[in-house]
Antibody
Framework: DVQLVESGGGLVQSGGSLRLSCAAS????????MTWVRQAPGKGLEWVAN????????YYVDSVKGRFTISRDNAKNSLYLQMNSLRAEDTAVYYC??????????WGQGTLVTVSS | DIQLTQSPSFLSASVGDRVTITCRAS??????LAWYQQKPGKAPKLLIY???TLQSGVPSRFSGSGSGTEFTLTISSLQPEDFATYYC?????????FGQGTKVEIK
């Protein structure tokens, strides 16, 4: 079965850093784009970033450019999101999802990031 | 950035009702649109991709249509388990964006 399991969330002070991980299993990880999407408490979904199968292309929403870095390790079937200079508005549940041919079909259960000001 | 506007933002309906949600894009996105269902505390669940293709395992009462700038999600006969929030997402250009959501509640 396809599984995506996020980890690394927690409470961090404004200006701090956190690294999220997404462990993938049950599919050929290196064959999929991977995406991070977040959801602030009580709010809608916001696309954050994605990365090509081989890591050669990465895209970000403007609000995180220069602060967040998406990466992957295909040997470890893992996706990462390095988050620096965190702000209160980054507080959200962060989901990872796999995507192939415009079809984000499996999502993890999410990990909560809380940034205290 | 491409803006997606869903309407309505909220709707109250009864079991058995036919429900239609609209998603309008600020510019053309071909058929690169997905629809999701989300229940409280859960991850979004993909219902429709490529504007009109039903995801495997999703009941056939869900359908999607449209291309370009106007899209619809239809639930032909609302069931108790369908009360949730629905989102559209465009995957045509970066940054990818979501609609603001449509909450479907029991009348």
């Amino acid at each position: 079965d396809v599984q995506l399991v996020e980890s690394g969330g927690g409470l961090v002070q404004s200006g701090g850093s956190l690294r999220l991980s997404c462990a993938a299993s049950g599919f050929t990880f290196k064959s999929y784009w991977m995406t991070w999407v977040r959801q602030a408490p009580g709010k809608g979904l916001e696309w954050v970033a994605n990365i090509k199968e081989d890591g050669s292309e990465k895209y970000y929403v403007d609000s995180v450019k220069g602060r967040f870095t998406i990466s992957r390790d295909n040997a470890k079937n893992s996706l990462y999101l390095q988050m620096n200079s965190l702000r209160a508005e980054d507080t959200a549940v962060y989901y990872c999802a796999r995507d192939r041919y415009y079809k984000p079909d499996y999502w993890g259960q999410g990990t909560l990031v809380t940034v205290s000001s | 950035d491409i803006q997606l506007t869903q309407s309505p933002s909220f709707l109250s309906a009864s079991v058995g009702d036919r429900v239609t949600i609209t998603c309008r894009a600020s510019q053309g996105i071909s058929s690169h649109l997905a629809w999701y269902q989300q229940k409280p505390g859960k991850a979004p669940k993909l219902l429709i991709y490529a504007a009109s293709t039903l995801q495997s395992g999703v009941p056939s009462r869900f359908s999607g249509s449209g291309s370009g700038t106007e899209f619809t999600l239809t639930i032909s006969s609302l069931q108790p388990e369908d009360f949730a929030t629905y989102y559209c997402q465009q995957l045509n250009s970066y940054p990818q964006t979501f609609g603001q959501g449509t909450k479907v509640e029991i009348k």
